[in-house]
């Protein structure tokens, strides 16, 4: 059982730690509101996270590979809604204070994961990799990878938040507040041009 943690978490290191569409929005989030502030959000997309994994693991990969149509639609509605996302954080650039902006909450971090290709496409690439199609106590192992999956997501979600918190809390003036809006956004928005065409 420790190996195949291990091995896990080795495996996932550079997927969950790269820059994707989670990553750089909670970063840009964190810049923003600060890392408290995200824990909603936070809480929302890696609640998902669990939920969508076991799916998966447990057989509604077949959905995917049955229907590709189905990943087609999530690809571009993902990448459309993120790139939603870095319109309206580049645009709080514009807006005087803090007043109307408001951090993301529980429900817009289970819609990032909801349509976060790049989400299934680990998740699918983790269990061909790690689940065997026969042997006994395959739920455990599932429910194992699925929890671990998910805390080490999580964990490197939390480290692009405080290093968005972490780097804003240099420019804690309202011009530089709005160059950093709108570095964020810029940077959101390549990511979903990436989502759109990867």
């Known amino acids: 059982m420790i190996p195949t943690i291990v091995a896990l978490i080795v495996f996932l290191f550079p997927l969950a730690y790269s820059p994707g569409p989670g990553n750089m929005f909670f970063a840009a989030n964190g810049a923003r509101f600060g890392l408290r502030a995200t824990l909603p959000a936070n809480a ?4 998902a996270t669990w939920f969508v994994t076991a799916a998966i693991g447990f057989g509604a990969l077949a959905a995917f590979t049955s229907y590709p149509g189905i990943f087609q639609i999530l690809k571009y509605a993902g ?27 529980f429900g ?17 690439l983790m269990f061909t990799q790690f689940v ?3 042997g006994t106590g395959q739920w455990q192992l599932i429910i194992l990878i699925t929890t671990v999956f998910t805390l080490n997501n999580l964990c490197a979600f939390l480290a692009w938040t405080a290093a968005g918190d972490r780097l804003a809390g240099r420019f804690r003036d309202e011009a530089s507040a709005r160059r950093i809006n709108r570095v964020f956004g810029v940077i959101l928005a390549i990511v979903a041009i990436w989502m759109f065409f990867g």
């Not at 929302?44 to 609640?47: D, T």
């Not at 809604?81 to 408001?102: C, I, M, N, P």
């Open 132 to 134: 065997a199609t026969d």
């Open 79 to 105: 990448s459309l809604y993120v790139l939603w996302l870095a319109w309206t954080l580049f645009r709080s650039a514009e807006h005087k204070g803090t007043a109307t902006a408001r951090p993301a909450g």
């Open 44 to 47: 929302g997309y890696h609640i």
């Open 108 to 124: 817009t971090g289970v819609l990032l994961l909801l349509l976060n290709p790049k989400a299934y496409v680990i998740i699918a």
